[in-house]
């Protein structure tokens, strides 16, 4: 009767750490199709950067750029508010312009804007709800992960994080964040078309660099003492 009911107890056990391995991996899905990496995935933006329209692609290159150049060279208050004085510089014209227009020909168009004007812009309690949660989501899976990495809870991927950190003092030392950012803008729209002209051997690459980076790690790991491995393992 003992062997049979811890039997019983060890089939059910496993039973439910294989149901919450499937919960943490459709949690894990979840994340990663809500994740800002699939902001990039997106038709529209892999559309984008991947220049299938030339012209449309060349337009958001140009302003993206244009805005980050003029944050680099002026506060952001004064960027924001010459932006907003642009606008609003076209929309009095065009304005006037009708006005004048409707005064000469005697007709009665009324507002040019009134579509603009009389379309809902306010913003539905669902959407922000939704995006409230996913912000949520972001945010938890976010201080999870510091949480475990600042408590060394796997000293392997603490380490990683420290190599990084170490590498990113250096670029803090060169670059400012709007320089980042700039260079970010320009690979984004430059890599893509170049990795899919040379996909084949770039990828050759990648892997043969991923594969000492792992196989330097596993050294690494190795050399580690024997309780620290069991928690890897574990």
Known sequence: MDTQSSQI??????????NSAAKESKMSD???SSSPVSLIQSPQVNSLIHWRDPKKS?????????????????????????????????????????????????????????????????IPPETFRKHVDTSLTHIN??????SRLFLVEDLVDSLKLAVV???????????NGITIL?????????????????????????????TQVNNTFAKLQEKLPGSMKRSKTE
Not at 141 to 146: D, E, G
Request: aromatic share 12%.
């Open 9 to 18: 107890s060890s089939s059910q056990g496993f039973a439910d750490g294989q």
């Open 30 to 32: 979840s994340f990663l």
């Open 58 to 122: 060349g337009v958001v290159f140009g302003l993206s750029l244009l805005l980050l150049l003029s944050l680099a060279a002026f506060s952001v208050i004064s960027v924001v508010s010459y932006l907003l004085l642009a606008l609003l510089c076209v929309t009095i014209t065009f304005r006037i312009y009708k006005s004048v227009i409707q005064a000469v020909q005697k007709s009665n168009e009324g507002h040019p804007f009134k579509v603009l004007i009389e379309k809902d812009v306010s």
């Open 141 to 146: 899976r976010a201080l999870k992960q510091m």
């Open 165 to 175: 950190m170490w590498l990113l003092t250096y670029v803090g030392a060169v670059f």
């Open 182 to 210: 700039i260079l970010a803008d320009i690979l984004l729209f430059a890599v893509p078309p170049i990795y899919e002209k040379n996909k084949t051997q770039i990828d050759q690459y990648i892997n043969l660099v991923h």
